[in-house]
Nanobody, 129 residues
Framework: EVQLQAWGGLVQAGGSLRLSCEASGFTFDDYGIGWFRQAPGKEREGLSCIASSDGSTYYADSVKGRFTISSDNAKNTVYLQMNKLKPEDTAVYYC???????????????????????WGQGTLVTVSS
Protein backbone atom coordinates (compact mmCIF):
# COMPACT_ATOMS: atom_id res chain seq x y z
CA GLU A 1 0.00 0.00 0.00
CA VAL A 2 1.34 3.39 -1.02
CA GLN A 3 1.33 5.97 1.71
CA LEU A 4 2.52 9.53 1.94
CA GLN A 5 2.16 10.90 5.42
CA ALA A 6 2.78 14.53 6.23
CA TRP A 7 2.73 16.46 9.46
CA GLY A 8 2.09 20.20 9.78
CA GLY A 9 1.30 22.49 12.69
CA LEU A 10 0.61 25.93 14.07
CA VAL A 11 3.12 28.76 14.01
CA GLN A 12 3.17 32.51 14.51
CA ALA A 13 3.81 34.90 11.67
CA GLY A 14 7.50 35.37 11.06
CA GLY A 15 8.28 31.95 12.45
CA SER A 16 9.47 28.74 10.87
CA LEU A 17 8.05 25.27 10.46
CA ARG A 18 9.41 22.10 8.93
CA LEU A 19 7.00 19.76 7.23
CA SER A 20 7.82 16.08 6.90
CA CYS A 21 6.54 13.63 4.34
CA GLU A 22 7.26 9.97 4.93
CA ALA A 23 6.80 7.69 1.93
CA SER A 24 6.17 3.98 1.83
CA GLY A 25 4.90 1.37 -0.60
CA PHE A 26 7.01 2.35 -3.60
CA THR A 27 10.68 2.64 -4.55
CA PHE A 28 11.60 6.03 -3.21
CA ASP A 29 14.57 6.58 -5.55
CA ASP A 30 12.35 6.11 -8.62
CA TYR A 31 10.13 9.05 -7.75
CA GLY A 32 10.18 12.77 -7.32
CA ILE A 33 8.36 14.20 -4.32
CA GLY A 34 6.49 17.46 -4.50
CA TRP A 35 4.86 19.77 -2.01
CA PHE A 36 1.61 21.52 -2.81
CA ARG A 37 -0.82 23.60 -0.83
CA GLN A 38 -4.41 24.72 -1.02
CA ALA A 39 -5.58 27.77 0.86
CA PRO A 40 -9.26 28.32 1.65
CA GLY A 41 -11.09 29.41 -1.46
CA LYS A 42 -8.07 29.05 -3.71
CA GLU A 43 -6.78 26.50 -6.17
CA ARG A 44 -4.05 24.12 -5.18
CA GLU A 45 -0.59 25.38 -6.08
CA GLY A 46 2.74 23.64 -6.44
CA LEU A 47 5.51 24.85 -4.16
CA SER A 48 8.61 22.73 -4.56
CA CYS A 49 9.80 19.30 -5.55
CA ILE A 50 12.87 17.12 -5.34
CA ALA A 51 14.19 14.14 -7.26
CA SER A 52 15.14 11.62 -4.61
CA SER A 53 17.74 9.94 -6.80
CA ASP A 54 20.03 12.94 -7.26
CA GLY A 55 18.66 15.63 -4.99
CA SER A 56 17.82 18.07 -7.77
CA THR A 57 15.24 20.60 -6.66
CA TYR A 58 12.73 22.99 -8.13
CA TYR A 59 10.88 25.89 -6.54
CA ALA A 60 7.89 27.95 -7.49
CA ASP A 61 8.66 31.66 -7.62
CA SER A 62 6.22 32.30 -4.78
CA VAL A 63 8.41 30.44 -2.26
CA LYS A 64 11.93 30.89 -3.56
CA GLY A 65 14.19 32.16 -0.81
CA ARG A 66 11.75 31.24 1.98
CA PHE A 67 11.19 27.50 1.57
CA THR A 68 13.81 24.78 1.26
CA ILE A 69 13.14 21.20 0.24
CA SER A 70 15.40 18.30 1.19
CA SER A 71 15.27 14.55 1.47
CA ASP A 72 16.62 11.82 3.70
CA ASN A 73 16.67 8.79 1.45
CA ALA A 74 17.56 6.45 4.31
CA LYS A 75 14.25 7.39 5.92
CA ASN A 76 12.24 7.76 2.70
CA THR A 77 11.34 11.20 3.96
CA VAL A 78 11.17 14.59 2.31
CA TYR A 79 11.16 17.81 4.28
CA LEU A 80 9.96 21.30 3.51
CA GLN A 81 11.59 23.95 5.69
CA MET A 82 9.41 27.05 5.69
CA ASN A 83 10.79 30.31 7.03
CA LYS A 84 9.41 33.80 7.50
CA LEU A 85 5.90 32.44 7.46
CA LYS A 86 2.99 34.75 6.77
CA PRO A 87 -0.71 34.38 7.57
CA GLU A 88 -1.31 33.90 3.84
CA ASP A 89 0.76 30.72 4.03
CA THR A 90 -2.11 29.16 5.98
CA ALA A 91 -3.30 26.22 3.93
CA VAL A 92 -3.60 22.47 3.71
CA TYR A 93 -0.23 21.18 2.56
CA TYR A 94 0.10 18.02 0.52
CA CYS A 95 3.03 15.90 -0.49
CA UNK A 96 2.83 13.81 -3.62
CA UNK A 97 5.00 11.42 -5.61
CA UNK A 98 5.66 11.42 -9.36
CA UNK A 99 7.53 8.75 -11.29
CA UNK A 100 10.86 10.22 -12.40
CA UNK A 101 10.15 9.63 -16.07
CA UNK A 102 7.42 12.23 -16.11
CA UNK A 103 9.01 14.33 -13.39
CA UNK A 104 12.06 15.05 -15.56
CA UNK A 105 10.40 15.39 -18.95
CA UNK A 106 7.11 17.21 -18.35
CA UNK A 107 7.25 20.37 -20.47
CA UNK A 108 4.91 22.14 -18.06
CA UNK A 109 7.44 21.64 -15.29
CA UNK A 110 7.89 19.14 -12.45
CA UNK A 111 5.10 20.73 -10.38
CA UNK A 112 2.45 19.94 -12.99
CA UNK A 113 -0.10 18.05 -10.91
CA UNK A 114 -1.13 15.52 -13.52
CA UNK A 115 2.25 13.77 -13.38
CA UNK A 116 1.84 12.93 -9.69
CA UNK A 117 0.72 9.36 -9.11
CA UNK A 118 0.30 9.32 -5.36
CA TRP A 119 -0.98 11.95 -2.95
CA GLY A 120 -0.92 12.27 0.80
CA GLN A 121 -4.00 13.16 2.78
CA GLY A 122 -2.89 16.72 3.45
CA THR A 123 -1.94 18.46 6.67
CA LEU A 124 -3.09 21.81 7.94
CA VAL A 125 -0.58 24.58 8.52
CA THR A 126 -1.92 27.61 10.34
CA VAL A 127 0.08 30.81 10.58
CA SER A 128 -1.34 33.14 13.19
CA SER A 129 -0.91 36.89 12.98
Amino acid sequence: EVQLQAWGGLVQAGGSLRLSCEASGFTFDDYGIGWFRQAPGKEREGLSCIASSDGSTYYADSVKGRFTISSDNAKNTVYLQMNKLKPEDTAVYYCAAAFLGGFRTEVRGPLFEAIYDYWGQGTLVTVSS
